[in-house]
Structures are given as structure tokens and as C-alpha cells.
């Protein structure tokens, strides 16, 4: 079996696999296909691709030859394609319909791994959780930068300095990372979340949580948010309000699958926002949770400065390309035997589950139907 490993395009930093991933598949008995420069901006060159046992080719070689092409993003395909073809990488489906059906009909075979169902088994290959870890840690380190006064609390001779009042809306991976982070660097962390359920993991990391009653269940959403009712998204304004109008820094996170972001920060709210503060808005990508954030862009509305990041996790791309290649490499065990052959095993629910385009057909049952409005 060949495995190809693509270059991802710019401004994208990580690489599917580093070197010392593409050494545990060379062991197995696999060929490694890897683009030239692959790895660069995650500071692993093509000689170190090399002694694990990679060769260094070109898009077009991996192509023709590869049975398993890595790529993160969607990676930019040549005049054909060979039917059969296998892509794994995070092509969010959801919002690109079309182009899943493009190929479909080519007659490549896609598994996304931002569609593994949230599962305790998926947890080793669960690309989202690893990925948001990093953002929601440098969401904080990134608000620090910016924010023109103290984290902590001092206490000097000239006087004393109170700790910067942060709020996290939404507790999932990247909120606890940056409720974690945030108190590491002394301030006072408050936290919202739709989810009851949440409020003991931010109550043992240090921070308040923030609870409006009458939430929509969302245990079975998979960790993300759920559309609520109106007069539930009242209660949570006016309660966002009250307190993001104390606050210094504010990191939303509020993501709903298939779905524009949902606006948890109106206008109102952000000019009553002091003068200085800083929102970090992870769910850029899909929108925001304001209504002036924009995607790779800072903005200022009122008092405060919107910075919209999606992509955090690029911007440690060693470590991040680490933790995404060690999910990649769990999730291909499912789909190879132990020799390193190809072997697709429909009876896994992981391998079922993250599969969108098999046999000229979308199979992915969330992808025939979302709405693509």
C-alpha cells in the first residue's frame, strides 16, 4: 500500500504527518509518498521525512500512484483522478456539499475525520478535540497580547492593579483549555455554556460559571451547541449582557454543525464593552459570534477588538501537526491490517461514520440531507 502526504496550501502551516508518524507507517511495510516541502512550516524538512523511511515526490506522483492520499484541507486536484482513490483529511462536508459531490462522481472514496461520530472509542482519533485544545490555548496567550493592561493582580509600591475580568463562552475543548490557560495567568475566569453538564469541569478549573435555566438537552449533539428557544436565547442575552459589559476579555467558541455560528455578542453588547477589551472569536470561520466579526481579521466595534480566528491551531504548527498525525495514524489502523495492507471494514461504526463518498455515491446520511441554504 502507498500512502501520499500533500503540502498543504498557504496560509495553512501543519502537515498531516510528521516524521516520526511516516516512521511507524515505513515499518509496517508501507510506502510513503511525500511532497516536497510537506513539512517545512512545521519545521520538519524533506531529509527527515526521508530517513523515516518517506520518499520525497511530486502532487502529480502522489496522485497517480498514492491509495490513500493525506491532505487537511482539500487539497487541489489535477485534471483526473484515479477511480478508487482514498482522501482523509478535515473537509467539513457540511458546507461543502457540492464539491462532495464532485467527488462523488469522480469516483473518490473520502473519509473526514471532523464527521467521526463523538464517540469514547473515536477519542484517539478525534481531530477536533486535539485541535481545539491548542486554540482555546492560545485564544488566551493571544488576548494577553493584545489587551493593553495586567492578567493578574499586582500589588505595588505605585499601587495596586486588579486581574483582568475574562468571559469564555462555551465550555467544550477549546473553552476549558482557555479557561485553564486564562487562570494560569491569574485573572478572573467566568463561563457560560447552554450545557449543565459542563459546569463542574469549569467550577474544578477555577472559574464561575454562568447558568441561565431551561436549556435545550445537548448530550447527544456530541459536544457541540444546540439550537435553543427563543425564550431561552432572551434569558441568555440579557445574562451575557449583565456580565460582558465587566469584562476585559471575552473568547466565544459557540459552534453549531452544518450551521452559521450562532451571535451570542449583539451590538448592543459590544458598545457596552470598555474601552481596550478584546473578543477572540474561535467560530470565525463559520460566521462568528458577533455580527462584526470577520474570518482572519481584526476589527473594532465600539470600545473592543474583534479578532477572528478560526486557525489558532496553525500557529503551533509542530505541535499540532503532531497531535493531528497521531489521530490520523489511529484512524488508519481501522482501515488497514496489521501488515499494511488496504482493508475498508463497513462494519465499523467509525469507519462508516466518517465516510462521505464511497462507490460514486454520498453515503454520509447528515451530508445528503443538510440543508445548504
Same mark, same amino acid.
Given at each position: 500500500?502507498?500512502?501520499?502526504l500533500l503540502k498543504e496550501p498557504a496560509p495553512e502551516t501543519r502537515v498531516s504527518l510528521l516524521a516520526e508518524a511516516v516512521a511507524a507507517l515505513t515499518k509496517k511495510g508501507v510506502n510513503v509518498l511525500v511532497e516536497s516541502g510537506a513539512g517545512e512550516q512545521a519545521f520538519c524538512d524533506d531529509a527527515e521525512y526521508e530517513k523515516a523511511g518517506g520518499r520525497i515526490s511530486h502532487a502529480t506522483e502522489i496522485f497517480s500512484q498514492a491509495d490513500i492520499v493525506l491532505s487537511i484541507h482539500t487539497p487541489q486536484l489535477p485534471a483526473s483522478v484515479r477511480p478508487g482513490i482514498i482522501f482523509i483529511g478535515v473537509y467539513q462536508p457540511l458546507f461543502t456539499h457540492a464539491r462532495m459531490q464532485e467527488w462523488a462522481a469522480a469516483g473518490i472514496t473520502s473519509f473526514s475525520l471532523d464527521m467521526l461520530p463523538r464517540t469514547t472509542r473515536a477519542q484517539s482519533m478525534d481531530v477536533l478535540s486535539s485541535?481545539?485544545?491548542?486554540?482555546?490555548?492560545?485564544?488566551?496567550?493571544?488576548?494577553?497580547n493584545t489587551y493593553g493592561r495586567y492578567f493578574p493582580m499586582f500589588m505595588t509600591a505605585a499601587g495596586s492593579i486588579a486581574p483582568a475580568k475574562v468571559l469564555i463562552l462555551g465550555a467544550g475543548v477549546a473553552g476549558l483549555q482557555a479557561v485553564a490557560t486564562a487562570r494560569r495567568l491569574g485573572s478572573v475566569v467566568e463561563v457560560f455554556d447552554t450545557r449543565p453538564a459542563v459546569k463542574e469541569e469549569v467550577m474544578s478549573l477555577g472559574a464561575k460559571?454562568?447558568? !441561565?435555566?431551561?436549556a435545550a438537552d445537548a448530550s447527544a449533539a456530541g459536544g457541540y451547541a444546540?439550537?435553543?428557544?427563543?425564550?431561552y436565547k432572551q434569558k441568555q442575552q440579557a445574562l451575557i449582557a449583565a456580565h460582558i459589559a465587566k469584562a476585559d476579555i471575552v473568547i466565544t467558541t459557540?459552534?453549531?454543525?452544518?450551521?452559521k455560528a450562532p451571535i451570542l455578542i449583539t451590538d448592543e453588547m459590544l458598545a457596552s464593552m470598555r474601552n481596550g477589551s478584546v473578543i477572540i472569536d474561535l467560530a470565525a470561520s463559520t460566521g462568528g459570534n458577533t455580527p462584526q466579526t470577520r474570518d482572519r481579521e481584526t476589527v473594532k466595534a465600539g470600545g473592543a477588538?474583534?479578532?477572528g480566528n478560526s486557525s489558532l491551531q496553525s500557529t503551533m504548527p509542530s505541535d499540532a501537526s503532531k497531535l493531528y498525525g497521531?489521530?490520523?495514524?489511529n484512524f488508519l489502523q481501522l482501515i488497514t491490517t496489521k501488515e499494511g495492507a488496504l482493508q475498508l471494514n463497513w462494519e465499523d461504526?467509525? !469507519?462508516k461514520g466518517s465516510c462521505i463518498t464511497f462507490d460514486g455515491e454520498i453515503q454520509h446520511e447528515r451530508v445528503k440531507t443538510v440543508n445548504r441554504q
Open positions: 500500500m502507498t500512502i501520499g485541535q481545539a485544545n491548542i486554540a482555546g490555548y492560545k485564544a488566551v496567550l493571544l488576548a494577553a460559571f454562568i447558568e !441561565v435555566e431551561g444546540v439550537e435553543q428557544t427563543e425564550e459557540a459552534q453549531i454543525p452544518g450551521r477588538y474583534i479578532i497521531k489521530n490520523v495514524l461504526d467509525l !469507519v
